[in-house]
C-alpha cells in the first residue's frame, strides 16, 4: 500500500545478509584466535600435560567445532547483529510489559572498567570495597523507593525473584509450624506468568484470580480463595492490562487476615516511581527487574537482575550473603541461620547492579518521578491515540486512564478483515517496528501490548502510530499484504511446523544434519 | 535543584515544558497527577524520594561511579588464583565486540523476523556448545550453573517421577546451597561420600544409597575441588541399573582435552559458560547451560527456551524459532515445565564467538596449556616445605593445597600473599570440616610461568616468618 505523504513511515528494508549458519563456514585448518604456549621450562618440567591425565578421560575425537578465520567470524556475529532490531535503533513501545527503555551508554563504559570486570567474587573484601559499596548503597535506594526495609539483589531476573519470594513464604510458614498445611498460592491472570510457574516450583497450588468486566481483579473470588491454606498473595499491581488495582490494600488485607504473606511482583514499576510504594499498599516483599526500570539493557534476554526486598520480620530469611556496612568498610554477612540459603552462585549480576546503580545516581528522586509522570503520560497519549483508529481498542474502563501500559486488541479488526495480531506484527517489522501480542492464555482477544515509557519523544510516538494506523488500512485494502509479510525484515514467513515434531525440530546444528542431511551449498 | 525550576533531562525527551503542555492538553488532562486518579490518596506518597543528589550531567556521573570504582583492586592488577566457580580466562576481543553491539545488547523479545539475528546467534551458540558436549539438545543459557544444575536435577525427578536425588559431597557450599532451596520441598537431597585419599566418589556408598526411589546422580568434573572424576562410567552404569539418571556438572573449557560426560554415560550434562569468553564481573557474568540427548522425553522437560532452525517461504532461507513452546511457562503459566523468562542470552552469544575462534584446534590448546600450567604449579608449590597436594587424583586447572602442617592459617597466607601482589587460593577452612587449612588454588591461561614463581617465592617467604595463628 501507498504510503501518503505526509506519513511519517520510513521506506525501510533491514538489513538481509543470507548469512550461512556458523558450521557452514569452516574451512580445515583456519584458526580464529591462537593461544600461548607453555612457557618452556614449564614444557620441559611437566611435559604435555595431556599426556598425564587419567586415559580413560582423555578426549578421543576433537569436538567438531568450525575451523574459520578471526575476520569472518567477526564477519559473521557482526551481520547477525545487523539483522537485529535492538532498541538503540528502532522505537521500542511494543514489547509492553518489559519497559524497554533508553540503556545510557556511559553507563556501558563503567560497567566496561577493568575495575569491575575483572573481580573475582573470593577476592579479600578489602579489595572490593567499591563493589560492595554499590551493591549497599544500591539496596538503601530500593528501601526508599519501596518503604521496604532491606533487599537483596542475588536475584537474576523477575521470575528468579519470584521463585525467591516463594522459597521465602516457604520458610515463614514452616518456621511457624505451617508449612505442611498452607500449600495454596494466589495470583492473578494479568500476572506475569511466572508468578505462577515460578511459585509451583516450591510445591505450591496455584489459585488464580480472575477479572471482572472492569479488568480489576475480583475481590469476592479472592475472598473466597482466602483459607488457612493461603500461603500468600503474588500480585502485579498495575496488572498488564495498565490499570491500577485501587483496592489493593483490602487485597493485601484479607491476605494477611488469612495467615497468608503478600508478595508484589513490581518488575516493571516504571509507571509509579515515587507515586506509590509496596509499603504503603501492605506487601511484606516487593521486586524491581533491574533490566526493566532502572535502565539496564535487555541483552537479547539477560543478563538480568532483580532487587527483592522485605519486612524487616522477613530479612533473616533472605538467601546469604547480605552486604552490610559497619560504618567504616563493607562486608559480605553469612551470619542468617534462618536463611532459605543461596539462589544464584555469589552474590548477583553485578555488571547489571552497577548500570541500575549509575541510572539511578543520574536521575534521583525528582528525575525518578519525572520518569514515571512522563511514562504515563506518554501511555495515555498513546492511548488516546490508539483507540482513536478503526479496529483497534483498549478492552477494560474504556475512556480512563492507565498507568504505565495497556493491553489492546485488534478484535474488531480481526472480525472485520480476518487479519490476526500475530499478522500485524509481521507486517509491522517491515517499517521497523516490533509489536508484541501477549501472554497466554490471550484473555484480551487478538491482544497487542504497548508501552511508551519515558524514552520516546512524542515525534517518535507519533511515528510508531503512523505504522499502527497503516497496517490496519492495509488489512482493509490489501490483506494478503499483511498475510504474507514480512516482505522487508530479515526473513521470510518461517515454516514452524517442524518445531513441534520431535521427529524434524532441530535445537543444533548437528541434530539437523542427522534429521535433514547435510543442505547443499 | 531548584523544585520549581522544569527539569529537563537529557533521557527523558517530552520532559521539556512545552512538549509535556501539549500531550496534556491532547490526552484532556491539566496535570500529570490527574493520570494517576485510580490510585487512592492514602495510597500515594505525599513527599519527593529521598535519594542522593543526581549527578545530572554525564561528567559528574561518570567520575562519581569511577571514585567508587577506584576502591577495588582487580585481577588485572594482581596475581589470581582463585576460581571456585568462577575463573579468570582470556576474552578474546571480538567477544567483546559483539557483545557490545547495541543490536544485541539492547534487544529482548522480538519476533524472529526482526530479531531473526538473535535466534540465529542463539542456535549457533547451541549448536556449538552441542559439538564440545557431544549432545544434541542445548538450552538458551540460564543464570548459572547453579540453576542449571537444579534444573537438570528437577528435570530427571519428572522424566524418573521419583522423589530422591544423589548428589556428591564434594559439591561447593556455594552450589549445593543453590540446588537445595529449588529441589525443596519436591525433591530430597541426600549426600554421596568421597574418598578421603583421592576425593573420588565411594563407588560403594553410591551403591548402598542406590534406592529404587533415586532419580539421579548428580557429580562434577572437574569437581569443585578440582580433581578429574575417572569413575564417570561405573557411576552411570550403577544408576542406570536402578533405572535412575547420571547427571554430569562440567566445566566446559575443560572439553578440547577431557571426555565429554556423553561419553562416559551422562543422560544430562550442565555447567558455567563464564569461562567461554566472559569476564568474571565479581562473579556477576554467568550462564548456565543444559544438554542432553534429542529424546522427546528429555526435550520436553527443559523449561527453558530452545531455538530451532526451519526452512522459510523463500527458497534456500534459514529462518529460526522456539522448539516445543508449550512446555514452557510462558504457554501454560504453573502448568508449563518450572519456569521461563530472562536469563543470560548475552553470555550465550559471547560464548558463541568464543567457541567459533577457538575451533577444535584452540580448545586443545588450551587444554593443553592449562594442565601443563597447572601442573607446574602443583610440582612447584608442593616443594615447599608443609605445603602439600590435598587429593592425589589427577586436577584440571584446580587443586587444594593443604598447609596444615605450615603452622599458619590460610586467611593468614592469604593476607601476607596480598601483601605480595597475589590472590592466594580460595580458603576452603569453614567450607569443608576436613578441609581445615587447605585453600583451592587455580591456574589458567591467564597466570605466567614468572607469576607461579612469584607465589612460590611469596609463599616461602611467608612461611618462613614462622608463628602465626591456628
Not at chain 1, 9 to 36: C, M, T, Y
Not at chain 2, 91 to 98: F, S
Not at chain 2, 347 to 373: F, T
Request: negative net charge; aromatic residues 8%; contains cysteine.
Amino acid at each position: 500500500m501507498k504510503i501518503p505523504k505526509d506519513s511519517r513511515l520510513r521506506n525501510f528494508h533491514q538489513a538481509k545478509w543470507d548469512e550461512e549458519v556458523i558450521f557452514e563456514l569452516s574451512n580445515k585448518g583456519e584458526r580464529g584466535i591462537l593461544v600461548p604456549e607453555a612457557e618452556p621450562e614449564i614444557q620441559a618440567v611437566v611435559g604435555d600435560g595431556i599426556s598425564s591425565l587419567p586415559p580413560n578421560m582423555v578426549r578421543a575425537a576433537p569436538p567438531a567445532l568450525p575451523e574459520i578465520g578471526q575476520m569472518r567470524v567477526l564477519k559473521h556475529f557482526l551481520r547477525l547483529s545487523q539483522e537485529n532490531l535492538g532498541a538503540d535503533l528502532n522505537i521500542d513501545v511494543g514489547q509492553g510489559t518489559c519497559t524497554v527503555k533508553y540503556n545510557p551508554k556511559i553507563n556501558e563504559v563503567l560497567a566496561s572498567s577493568k575495575k569491575a570486570s575483572a573481580l573475582h567474587p573470593c577476592q579479600d573484601e578489602s579489595t572490593v570495597q567499591g563493589a560492595l559499596q554499590i551493591m549497599y548503597e544500591l539496596d538503601c535506594f530500593f528501601r526508599e523507593i519501596s518503604g521496604l526495609d532491606r533487599f537483596t539483589l542475588q536475584c537474576s531476573s523477575g521470575s528468579h525473584a519470584i521463585l525467591t519470594m516463594a522459597s521465602i513464604v516457604r520458610k515463614h510458614h514452616e518456621m511457624r509450624g505451617e508449612g505442611g498445611r498452607r500449600d495454596e498460592i494466589i495470583t492473578t491472570i494479568f500476572s506475569h506468568p511466572s508468578d505462577a510457574a515460578a511459585a509451583a516450583v516450591k510445591g505450591y497450588k496455584i489459585i488464580t484470580i480472575y477479572h471482572q468486566p472492569d479488568g480489576l481483579p475480583d475481590i469476592e473470588a479472592l475472598k473466597e480463595a482466602v483459607s488457612n491454606r493461603t500461603a500468600g498473595l503474588f500480585i502485579t499491581n498495575p496488572e498488564d492490562t495498565g490499570i491500577y488495582n485501587p483496592r489493593i490494600a483490602e487485597f493485601t488485607r484479607i491476605v494477611h487476615q488469612a495467615g497468608g504473606l503478600c508478595g508484589y511482583d513490581q518488575a516493571n514499576a516504571n509507571g509509579i516511581l515515587g507515586i506509590t510504594r509496596a509499603r504503603e499498599a501492605g506487601f511484606d516483599m516487593c521486586f524491581f527487574n533491574l533490566h526493566k526500570t532502572f535502565g539496564t539493557p535487555h541483552g537479547c534476554g539477560g543478563p538480568a537482575s532483580a532487587a527483592l526486598g522485605v519486612t524487616s520480620e522477613l530479612v533473616e530469611y533472605l538467601p546469604v550473603p547480605l552486604v552490610e556496612y559497619d560504618g567504616t568498610r563493607y562486608f559480605l554477612n553469612y551470619d542468617l541461620p534462618k536463611s532459605i540459603g543461596k539462589v544464584r552462585s555469589f552474590y548477583g549480576a553485578f555488571p547489571v547492579i552497577l548500570k541500575a546503580y549509575a541510572w539511578i545516581m543520574s536521575l534521583g528522586g525528582r528525575g525518578l518521578k519525572e520518569v514515571a509522570q512522563v511514562a504515563v503520560l506518554n501511555n495515555n497519549y498513546l492511548l488516546k491515540k490508539i483507540t482513536a483508529i478503526k479496529g483497534a481498542a483498549s478492552p477494560f474502563k474504556t475512556g480512563k486512564h492507565r498507568i504505565e501500559q495497556v493491553r489492546y486488541s485488534w478484535e474488531d479488526l480481526y472480525k472485520e478483515t480476518g487479519i490476526t495480531t500475530h499478522q500485524i506484527a509481521c507486517r509491522m517489522a517491515d517499517f521497523g517496528f516490533h509489536l508484541w501480542s501477549s501472554h497466554h492464555p490471550f484473555i484480551v482477544p487478538q491482544p497487542f501490548s504497548v508501552e511508551p515509557t519515558e524514552s520516546y519523544s512524542k515525534a517518535e510516538l507519533d511515528e510508531y502510530l503512523d505504522g499502527l494506523r497503516h497496517v490496519a488500512e492495509e488489512a482493509r485494502k490489501e490483506p494478503e499484504t499483511v498475510m504474507n509479510a514480512p516482505h522487508r525484515s530479515v526473513v521470510h514467513k518461517i515454516d514452524e511446523s517442524t518445531f513441534d515434531n520431535p521427529t524434524k525440530w532441530a535445537v543444533t546444528w548437528r541434530a539437523y544434519l542427522k534429521k535433514r542431511g547435510r543442505p547443499p551449498k | 535543584m531548584d523544585p520549581k525550576k522544569s527539569f529537563v533531562h537529557p533521557y527523558i525527551p517530552n520532559s521539556v515544558p512545552e512538549v509535556k503542555e501539549m500531550m496534556l492538553r491532547e490526552v484532556g488532562v491539566k496535570d500529570a497527577d490527574e493520570l494517576y486518579e485510580d490510585i487512592p490518596e492514602e495510597l500515594r506518597m505525599k513527599r519527593e524520594l529521598r535519594l542522593p543528589r543526581p549527578l545530572l550531567s554525564e561528567l559528574e556521573l561518570k567520575r562519581h561511579v569511577e571514585r567508587i570504582l577506584a576502591k577495588n583492586t582487580s585481577c588485572e592488577e594482581l596475581v589470581s588464583f582463585l576460581g571456585g566457580g568462577c575463573a579468570q580466562h582470556y576474552v578474546p576481543a571480538l567477544c567483546d565486540e559483539i557483545s557490545h553491539r547495541a543490536e544485541f545488547l539492547t534487544a529482548y523479545a522480538g519476533e524472529p523476523y526482526e530479531d531473526a539475528g538473535r535466534f540465529q546467534a542463539l542456535f549457533e551458540y547451541e549448536s556449538l556448545m552441542a559439538e564440545i558436549l557431544d549432545f544434541d539438545v542445548v538450552n538458551v543459557p540460564t543464570y548459572d550453573w547453579g540453576q542449571a544444575a537444579s534444573t537438570s536435577i528437577r528435570m530427571a525427578g519428572r522424566i524418573t517421577k521419583r522423589p530422591k536425588v544423589l548428589v556428591a559431597d564434594t559439591l561447593s557450599p556455594d552450589r549445593l546451597a543453590v540446588i537445595r532451596n529449588y529441589c525443596q520441598p519436591v525433591l530430597e537431597i541426600e549426600l554421596v561420600g568421597h574418598d578421603p585419599k583421592t576425593g573420588l566418589l565411594r563407588l560403594d556408598d553410591l551403591r548402598s544409597r542406590l534406592t529404587p526411589d533415586v532419580a539421579a546422580v548428580y557429580f562434577e568434573n572437574p569437581s569443585y575441588l578440582g580433581f578429574i572424576e575417572t569413575q564417570g562410567q561405573d557411576i552411570a552404569d550403577l544408576a542406570h541399573a536402578k533405572g535412575s539418571l547420571s547427571v554430569v556438572g562440567v566445566d566446559p573449557i575443560s572439553l578440547g582435552v577431557l571426555k565429554p560426560p556423553s561419553q562416559y554415560g551422562a543422560d544430562i550434562a550442565c555447567g558455567d559458560i563464564q569461562g567461554l569468553g566472559n569476564h568474571m564481573y565479581f562473579g556477576g557474568a554467568l550462564g548456565g547451560f543444559i544438554a542432553t540427548r534429542d529424546e522427546e522425553k528429555f526435550v520436553m522437560e527443559y523449561p527453558s527456551r530452545l531455538f530451532g532452525i526451519a526452512r522459510t517461504a523463500a527458497e534456500g532461507e534459514w529462518g529460526f524459532g522456539d522448539v516445543a513452546y508449550s512446555r514452557t511457562s510462558f504457554d501454560g503459566r504453573e502448568k508449563g515445565k518450572e519456569f521461563v523468562g530472562t536469563a543470560a542470552a548475552l553470555y550465550g552469544i559471547s560464548a558463541a564467538v568464543y567457541l567459533s575462534l577457538m575451533g577444535p584446534q584452540g580448545m586443545r590448546d588450551l587444554g593443553r596449556h592449562i594442565l601443563q600450567k597447572s601442573r607446574y604449579a602443583v610440582k612447584r608449590l608442593t616443594e615447599i616445605a608443609g605445603v602439600g597436594l590435598r587429593f592425589e587424583s589427577s586436577p584440571f586447572k584446580e587443586f587444594v593445597l593443604d598447609f596444615s602442617k605450615t603452622g599458619k592459617s590460610v586467611a593468614e597466607i592469604n593476607r601476607s600473599l596480598l601483601a605480595h601482589g597475589l590472590f592466594g587460593g580460595k580458603d576452603l577452612t569453614g567450607e569443608f570440616a576436613e578441609l581445615r587449612n587447605c585453600a583451592l588454588y587455580c591456574v589458567t591461561e591467564m597466570v605466567t610461568q614468572a607469576d607461579i614463581d612469584r607465589l612460590v617465592a611469596a609463599l616461602k617467604e611467608c612461611l618462613k616468618a614462622g608463628g602465626g595463628e591456628r
